[in-house]
């Protein structure tokens, strides 16, 4: 049972727009949650997380919005650049320890 | 320069044979991860440790084995139990109770033939 979903398998967007990547939850014991940028053959690399405590955290381009009530957060890239181009982990936890992967959504940024 | 490290980068072996990834970091932290990566899939955790000579199973942990004898080092070692073991691996670490932020390695892709 997948505990962490991101739906949209790929998103394509248009350089300059934005990109908005989404993600479900169904654990309402997570209290943090992250997001991680792959590229092909490359270790994941942190890009911006948010505690419950919060519904908005903001780094550059990059925006996390968290909604308790529907278990759902996005991550907003403004504007896309085609250097963004890459796996979007969603992941959250409940506890110090461990932390639960999504699956991923493949981003093309179009110049 | 801080980070993780892992060896080698593509590993080949035969079916039937154990292989033992490296997994080296040197940001003194406490908890280090193992995961894989299927094509499609996201990460799922193998296994984790939290301290030295402490470790316990994720997810998927049939098929693997791991050690932690020193605080920098977590090699995970693919038995020729594991029935699809061709994968692309990767190690993390973080800093266990202060942030649950994960530094990942470059991985390995494992193939068995």
């Known amino acids: 049972d997948q505990q962490v979903k991101q739906n949209s398998p790929s998103l394509s967007v248009q350089e300059g727009r934005i990109s908005i990547l989404n993600c479900d939850y169904t654990?309402?014991?997570?209290?943090?949650f992250l997001w991680y940028k792959k590229y092909p053959a490359e270790g994941p690399t942190f890009l911006i997380s948010?505690?419950?405590?919060?519904d908005k955290n903001e780094d550059g381009r990059f925006t996390v919005f968290l909604n308790k009530s529907a278990k759902h957060l996005s991550l907003h890239i403004v504007p896309s650049q085609p250097g963004d181009s890459a796996v979007y982990f969603c992941a959250a936890s409940a506890t110090y320890d461990k932390v639960i992967f999504g699956p991923g959504t493949s981003l093309s940024v179009i110049p | 320069d801080g980070g993780i490290t892992q060896s080698p980068k593509y590993l080949f072996r035969k079916e039937g044979q154990n292989v033992t990834l490296s997994c080296e970091q040197n940001?003194?932290?406490?908890?280090m991860y193992w995961y894989r990566q299927d094509p499609g899939q996201g990460l799922r955790l193998i296994y984790y440790?939290?301290?030295?000579?402490?470790?316990q199973k994720g997810d998927i942990a049939e098929g693997y084995s791991v050690s932690r004898e020193k605080k920098e080092s977590f090699p995970l070692t693919v038995t020729s139990a594991q029935k699809n073991p061709t994968a692309f691996y990767l190690c993390a670490s973080s800093n266990g109770r202060e942030s649950r932020e994960q530094f990942f390695g470059p991985g390995t892709r494992l193939t068995v033939l």
């Open positions: 440790s939290q301290i030295v000579n402490d470790f």
């Open positions: 654990n309402s014991m997570f209290d943090y």
């Open positions: 948010i505690s419950s405590i919060k």
């Open positions: 940001l003194n932290h406490d908890a």
